[in-house]
């Protein structure tokens, strides 16, 4: 699986929108980019996966560039709740094999109130 | 959804003392994965069982650990002769197979394991 780069650390305003970046050039074309976050002592929480395209759900957008070597994660009203570990984890899929995820050290995002 | 769940979530064991470590994967999901987390650093993989069966193991996972799966549902993660470079939190995850949002591994507490 590709590697990953991320900032090791990240502060943004309560209510604000957080952007995490993650930079992830040595990508290729089967390789799906996920973020996960892991609030203190807790296992790690699944946030959203794509390939290509932008994706939105209820926690989280995801923005991957045309190139694919990055993406930006975007919490769009940030709350106290949100201060986590960022995970940025490039899997590759193949219809049918399971690898374990490499995670690397994140992003610990700190929202200020 | 119930959930993945983990059991003990904390564990303090003597260095030497043999421990064992439950995971109960989420309903209907037939892979399931260990991890091991030490402080300050991302999870790392140790090993994942596609129904009963062990499919792949990391070279971190030494002779002292073995995991089952018996019945394809629960699994155990064993720890002989434990050391205290072993201190660290033990995750589990599990998933479906099929398409990548199927494959998407969700994870339990851990278990928070300290050897003295």
């Known amino acids: 699986d590709a590697k990953t780069t ?17 930079n992830h050039s040595t990508i290729s074309g089967n390789e799906y980019v996920y973020w996960y976050r892991q609030i203190h002592s807790q296992g790690p929480q ?12 209820e926690m989280a957008s995801l ?3 045309e190139d ?30 399971a ?8 992003t610990h995002l700190i929202i200020q109130p | 959804d119930t959930g ?3 059991d003990p979530r904390h564990k303090i064991t003597k ?36 129904n009963e069966a062990q499919l792949e193991k990391s070279r971190l996972l030494s002779d002292r650990f073995s995991a089952e799966r018996p019945k394809g549902s629960f699994s155990t993660l064993e720890i002989q002769r ?14 479906r197979t099929g398409s990548p949002s199927q494959e998407t591994q969700y994870f339990g507490p851990g278990t928070r394991l300290l050897v003295l």
């Open chain 1, 6 to 22: 991320q900032p090791p650390s990240m502060d943004c305003a309560e209510g604000r929108a957080a952007n995490l970046p993650c």
């Open chain 1, 46 to 57: 699944y946030i959203i996966h794509g390939l290509k395209n932008n994706e939105t759900n």
């Open chain 1, 63 to 65: 923005i991957i560039t």
């Open chain 1, 68 to 97: 694919r070597k990055s993406s930006t994660l975007i919490l769009p009203h940030a709350t106290l709740r949100d201060t986590a570990v960022y995970y940025c984890i490039v899997r590759g899929y193949s219809g049918g094999g």
């Open chain 1, 99 to 106: 690898d374990g995820l490499t995670f690397g050290k994140g």
């Open chain 2, 4 to 6: 993945v769940s983990q």
């Open chain 2, 15 to 50: 260095r030497g003392q043999n421990v064992t470590f439950r995971c109960d994967p989420i309903s209907e999901h037939n892979r399931l994965y260990w991890y091991r987390q030490t402080l300050g650093q991302g999870p790392e993989f140790l090993t994942y069982f596609q």
């Open chain 2, 82 to 95: 434990t050391e205290q470079g072993d201190s660290a939190m033990y995750l589990c995850a599990s998933s």
